[in-house]
């Protein structure tokens, strides 16, 4: 389930149908494509000398972040309680959803009305077997279906509901005016599949990725100012100036150049599920790299630099160079979200900082 704000937005024509293989190249195993000339000269376009320092100062402090969560695993996930959302966050308690990027919600929902709902989406899946629609085709655990009951009934449960109010007001917007346009206190809701997996499948195990657009972050014009301070420092403002939390920049944001099927187009401030089941680390649970601003700038510099040495392994600074004549923009594809993996994204040490969620019960709410 996705929580979105309220607020305008241009039309747009309605893209075609499809399941989530369509926008992950690792699902249908094709080779990554070389990009078309022209995003050389968009390199070219976005860069500046001033990147290189910020390039510097992202990976000396990279090293430090991934020691924390390769040591620290799933404490760095805070977890609050129902009771903790209806009462207020601490200050605390915030600062750290902001800078991790996540958060685990407890007590809102009764296991025995998180089972029910689970139970009524099986009995309708088994009711309509003959036409569902999903990914495996041949064995399907991501259900195209986006308004069942069972769906309507927890995306209008008081306690969800509750919960994304209180995460919304988390937002701001750095232009006041702003807030003519966008409405950060009614969640809307947002119908997403449904997710059944198979104990020990490996089939449908989705990477790193990042929802929410692909080569779009650079590509559009709207999109790139939600990353102005890492892109373009000045003498008051630089990388450690971003902040994912303000609305302004986002407004006018194109998330979808290619209208894309899956592929959604509006501002989504917060994505979330409801588990319907008890699941924890290494039993197919969700991932999430909790280091929200810092993985962020590293993601949106990475295009403008490369190995010196195609074969070389090293991570340091000096070993490394500005590359705007290529295409490359590693772990992005056209018309697919953006992906990422050891090699295209080597400093963030994936495979020890892409952390597990916490055990969660029936009826526990993630947000990321």
Same mark, same amino acid.
């Given at each position: 389930?996705?929580?979105?704000?309220?607020?305008?937005?241009?039309?747009?024509?309605?893209?075609?149908?499809?399941?989530?293989?369509?926008?992950?190249?690792?699902?249908?195993?094709?080779?990554?494509?070389?990009?078309?000339?022209?995003?050389?000269?968009l390199k070219k376009t976005i860069w500046n000398e001033d990147m290189l320092q910020s390039w510097k100062e992202v990976l000396e402090e990279l090293k430090v972040a991934v020691e924390e969560v390769a040591s620290r695993t799933q404490d760095m996930i805070l977890r609050v309680s129902y009771d903790n959302i209806k009462q207020g966050l601490s200050e605390s308690q915030v600062a750290s959803i902001k800078k991790m990027g996540t958060v685990i919600v407890t007590g809102g929902v009764p296991q025995e009305e998180?089972?029910?709902?689970?139970?009524?989406?099986?009995?309708?899946?088994?009711?309509?077997?003959?036409?569902?629609?999903?990914?495996?085709?041949?064995?399907?655990?991501?259900?195209?279906?986006?308004?069942?009951?069972?769906?309507?009934?927890?995306?209008?449960?008081?306690?969800?509901?509750?919960?994304?109010?209180?995460?919304?007001?988390?937002?701001?917007?750095?232009?006041?005016?702003?807030? *003519?346009?966008?409405?950060?206190?009614? &969640?809307?809701?947002?119908?997403?599949? $449904?997710?059944?997996?198979? @104990? #020990?499948d490996a089939q449908f195990a989705l990477g790193p990725h990042i929802d929410g657009g692909g080569l779009e972050h650079?590509?559009?014009?709207?999109?790139r100012k939600v990353f102005a301070h890492?892109?373009?420092?000045?003498?008051?403002?630089?990388?450690?100036?971003?902040d994912p939390f303000d609305?302004?920049?986002?407004?006018?944001?194109?998330?979808?150049?290619?209208?894309?099927? *899956?592929?959604?187009?509006?501002?989504? &401030?917060?994505?979330?599920?409801?588990? $319907?089941?008890?699941?924890? @680390? #290494?039993?197919g649970t969700l991932r999430v790299l909790p280091m929200l601003s810092l993985a962020t700038v590293y993601l949106m510099l990475r295009p403008f630099f490369r190995p010196r040495h195609s074969s070389s392994a090293s991570l340091k600074f000096g070993d490394w160079e500005p590359d705007t004549e290529g295409t490359a923009f590693p772990g992005s594809a056209m018309r697919k979200t953006q992906e990422l993996n050891p090699t295209t994204h080597p400093h963030l040490?994936?495979?020890?900082?892409?952390?597990?969620?916490?055990?969660?019960?029936?009826?526990?709410q993630v947000y990321c």
């Open positions: 389930m996705m929580m979105n704000a309220s607020g305008s937005g241009a039309s747009r024509t309605q893209n075609q149908g499809g399941d989530i293989s369509d926008i992950f190249t690792s699902l249908t195993g094709e080779a990554a494509a070389d990009l078309p000339p022209c995003f050389s000269d998180a089972l029910g709902w689970k139970q009524s989406i099986r009995d309708y899946v088994a009711a309509n077997k003959d036409c569902m629609r999903g990914f495996p085709a041949d064995n399907i655990q991501v259900f195209e279906l986006y308004n069942v009951p069972a769906l309507v009934a927890a995306c209008t449960h008081p306690a969800l509901v509750n919960t994304q109010k209180a995460l919304l007001s988390l937002w701001h917007a750095s232009d006041p005016t702003s807030l *003519n346009r966008i409405d950060m206190s009614t &969640p809307m809701l947002y119908f997403n599949r $449904l997710w059944i997996r198979l @104990p #020990g650079w590509e559009d014009p709207g999109l890492i892109l373009c420092r000045t003498a008051d403002k630089t990388w450690r100036d971003h609305m302004t920049p986002r407004l006018d944001a194109k998330q979808d150049l290619y209208n894309v099927s *899956n592929q959604c187009s509006i501002f989504r &401030p917060w994505q979330g599920w409801t588990a $319907l089941s008890s699941t924890g @680390p #290494g039993e040490a994936l495979e020890q900082t892409m952390v597990s969620m916490p055990r969660v019960e029936p009826g526990n």
